[in-house]
């Protein structure tokens, strides 16, 4: 089965820096999703990427996916408290859209 | 867009009730459903999937008659977590896709106390 190791698990960030989350696996990505989650609150899509090499942006957060398509990693760039929560990647297999989640990177930004 | 809505957002229950969570699609129908458990400190786990009109397929370990999953119309699946005990308390989550191989859009969750 496949597994998704997400690094850190936490991180803490004065407000405006800027911070990278990675999201390994154990098998080939097919589709790898980025999701945000608050507390209280269902998860927030971000990005999907499915092409090695692939690039996505959405205000601040760029996120990318390896040529090899084993790691993504999702970057925020000039950090805000509105960034602030739990981070999640998800991964799809061949054919397949039941995800495999890793356990989250949870983000805290201090003003 | 696609809104899935999940109701309850929160619920208590007392050890030995049953409690039933819906998923609905909002504006658009759904073929696909899936339901996830989020335990603390872990990530999502996939419970089970669910096709309009046929039996749910659950994932090794997850009990089928604790949790019965219904996936009567297009638009909504329900969870009903039977006889529950407190170490159902957890975070129920669903997604739900227009059609099998399509991006599945996640509701809001339920957190579920059992006490």
């Known amino acids: 089965s496949q597994e998704l190791e997400q690094s850190p698990q936490s991180l803490i960030v004065q407000e405006g820096k800027n911070l990278t989350i990675n999201c390994t696996s154990s098998k080939t990505l097919y589709g790898l999703y980025w999701y945000k989650q608050k507390y209280g609150e269902g998860l927030i899509f971000l990005m999907m990427l499915q092409k090695g090499g692939e690039e996505k942006s959405h205000e601040k957060i760029t996120a990318k996916l390896d040529e090899k398509k084993q790691q993504s990693s999702l970057h925020i760039t000039a950090s805000q408290p509105s960034h602030a929560g739990i981070y999640l990647c998800?991964?799809?297999?061949?054919?397949?859209?039941?995800?495999?989640f890793g356990k989250g990177t949870k983000l805290s930004v201090i003003p | 867009g696609a809104v899935v809505s999940q109701h309850p957002s929160w619920v208590i229950c007392k050890s030995g009730t049953s409690v039933k969570i819906e998923c609905r699609s909002l504006d658009f129908q759904a073929t696909t459903m899936f339901w996830y458990r989020q335990f603390p400190k872990q990530s999502l786990m996939l419970m089970a999937t669910s096709n309009e009109g046929s039996k749910a397929t659950y994932e090794q370990g997850v009990e089928k008659d604790k949790f019965l999953i219904n996936h009567a119309s297009l638009t909504l699946s329900t969870l009903t977590v039977t006889s529950a005990h407190p170490e159902d308390s957890s975070f129920y989550i669903c997604?739900?896709?227009?059609?099998?191989?399509?991006?599945?859009?996640f509701g809001q969750g339920t957190r579920l106390t059992v006490v």
């Open positions: 997604s739900a896709s227009r059609a099998v191989n399509t991006e599945a859009f």
């Open positions: 998800g991964a799809d297999g061949a054919g397949s859209y039941q995800l495999t």
